[in-house]
């Protein structure tokens, strides 16, 4: 606790305000979510006053014992409809957030620069709803399935039109959001190559089972997000990265041939087989 110059007592000051997005519509998410610090002292509240768990894609940390100068953390949706993500970024000091308070006030820190905004695929058991165009697969190498992989599909033109995140069975929902360059009027089918991209071999080893059976996301990559600027720059809070669009440290593309599929415009596609992925 500490008190500004005119007497008024600080209960809590904010290190982390977290905004979770959905990729599709980019509003905040309404799915129920848990976010979970990894770590001591790392405990964020969400919107509904019950330690993690929020339901409209708003978190806070604050500042208090061990909190220390990063926030490693997971966000994961029990129901599968958001596909999990686990980040890393440097935090503000408690000093820094509150300069402004001091006698003599030093720089001041926006709320925006210790805000965390980050973009969540659709999971497997989600779904944009009717009307959309969908490609619903897996990716597997050979028979088994490759996890956490990473998805584009390319249109016309070479144009990114869709983009997917698997998880750890390496099942996917991708939506297709464009025709890249393919002349009005619109087809009834669009055909896209669907690029996977995967880790590849080098870095840590794989947990084993018995690890994954205590942690389902032990191998779940972390990302690493750079803290923001003060105050914040536009790239800061909306980037590739946070995304979701960059491929995680460590990820390779995969050298299969590439699969073409064509794909009904406002309809579902169900790949019958799994994409290959080979590193």
Same mark, same amino acid.
């Given at each position: 606790?500490?008190? $500004?110059? /005119?007497?008024?007592?600080?209960?809590?000051?904010?290190?982390l305000a977290l905004e979770v997005r959905d990729a599709l519509t980019s509003r905040p998410v309404t799915t129920p979510l848990v976010v979970r610090g990894e770590g001591v002292g790392r405990r964020f509240?969400?919107?509904?006053?019950?330690?993690? *768990?929020? %339901?409209? /894609?708003?978190?806070? $940390?604050?500042?208090?014992?061990? &909190?220390?100068?990063?926030?490693?953390?997971?966000?994961?949706?029990?129901?599968?409809?958001?596909?999990?993500?686990?980040?890393?970024?440097?935090?503000?000091?408690?000093?820094?957030?509150?300069? @402004? #308070?001091?006698?003599?006030?030093?720089?001041?820190?926006?709320?925006?620069?210790?805000?965390?905004?980050?973009?969540?695929?659709?999971?497997?058991?989600?779904?944009?709803?009717?009307?959309?165009?969908?490609?619903?697969?897996?990716?597997?190498?050979?028979?088994?399935?490759?996890?956490?992989?990473?998805?584009?599909?390319?249109?016309?033109?070479?144009?990114?039109?869709?983009?997917?995140?698997?998880?750890?069975?390496? #099942?996917?929902?991708?939506?297709?959001?464009?025709?890249?360059?393919?002349?009005?009027?619109?087809?009834? *089918? &669009?055909?896209?190559?669907?690029?996977?991209?995967?880790?590849?071999?080098?870095?840590?080893?794989?947990?084993?089972?018995?690890?994954?059976?205590?942690?389902?996301?032990?191998? $779940?990559?972390?990302?690493?997000?750079?803290?923001?600027?003060?105050?914040?720059?536009?790239?800061?809070?909306?980037?590739? =990265?946070?995304?979701?669009?960059?491929?995680?440290?460590?990820?390779?593309? %995969?050298?299969?041939?590439?699969?073409?599929? @064509?794909?009904?415009?406002?309809? =579902?596609?169900?790949?019958?087989?799994?994409?290959?992925?080979?590193?």
């Amino acid at each position: 606790m500490s008190a $500004l110059p /005119g007497g008024q007592r600080v209960l809590h000051r904010l290190a982390l305000a977290l905004e979770v997005r959905d990729a599709l519509t980019s509003r905040p998410v309404t799915t129920p979510l848990v976010v979970r610090g990894e770590g001591v002292g790392r405990r964020f509240v969400g919107d509904d006053g019950s330690g993690s *768990r929020g %339901s409209d /894609g708003r978190f806070l $940390l604050l500042f208090g014992p061990h &909190i220390g100068d990063l926030a490693d953390l997971r966000i994961t949706d029990a129901a599968r409809r958001l596909v999990p993500r686990r980040l890393r970024i440097p935090l503000w000091s408690q000093d820094d957030a509150a300069a @402004d #308070e001091q006698v003599p006030p030093g720089p001041h820190l926006p709320a925006l620069s210790r805000t965390l905004r980050v973009w969540l695929a659709p999971g497997s058991a989600g779904g944009p709803g009717p009307g959309f165009t969908v490609i619903r697969g897996r990716v597997a190498h050979g028979s088994v399935p490759v996890r956490w992989p990473r998805i584009a599909a390319l249109g016309p033109g070479g144009i990114v039109v869709g983009r997917a995140h698997g998880d750890e069975r390496g #099942e996917f929902l991708l939506p297709v959001t464009g025709v890249g360059t393919m002349p009005p009027p619109v087809l009834s *089918r &669009i055909r896209v190559d669907l690029l996977v991209h995967a880790r590849g071999p080098g870095g840590p080893p794989p947990p084993t089972e018995r690890e994954l059976a205590l942690d389902p996301l032990a191998d $779940l990559p972390q990302e690493s997000v750079p803290r923001s600027s003060s105050p914040p720059l536009p790239a800061d809070l909306d980037n590739p =990265l946070l995304r979701g669009a960059a491929p995680p440290p460590g990820y390779v593309p %995969s050298t299969a041939p590439v699969s073409s599929v @064509d794909v009904p415009v406002g309809d =579902l596609l169900l790949l019958r087989s799994p994409l290959q992925f080979s590193p």
